[in-house]
C-alpha cells in the first residue's frame, strides 16, 4: 500500500533510535509510522470514491442506455 515503506522505515528508525540511544530518531521514525499510517487512509478513501464513481456511472448508462 501507499504508506507501507513509510511505516518500515519509520519502525526502523524508531527501533535504531532506541537502541543507540537517540530521542530525536526515535521520534522521527514514529511521525514516519504516522505519515505512512494517514498515506494508507488517503489512499483507501481515493479508491472508495473512484469505485462509487464508476458505480454510478454504470447505473447511468444502464438508465440511458449509454447516450450522454
Not at 499510517?37 to 470514491?49: G, L, Q, T, Y
Amino acid at each position: 500500500m501507499a504508506g507501507e515503506v513509510d511505516k518500515v522505515k519509520g519502525q526502523a528508525k524508531e527501533a535504531v533510535g532506541k537502541v543507540i540511544g537517540n530521542p530525536r530518531l526515535e521520534r522521527e521514525g514514529k511521525r514516519d509510522q504516522a505519515v505512512g499510517a494517514v498515506k494508507d487512509k488517503v489512499s483507501k478513501i481515493k479508491r472508495a470514491v473512484e469505485d462509487k464513481i464508476d458505480e454510478l456511472e454504470d447505473d447511468l448508462d444502464a438508465k440511458t442506455g449509454g447516450k450522454p
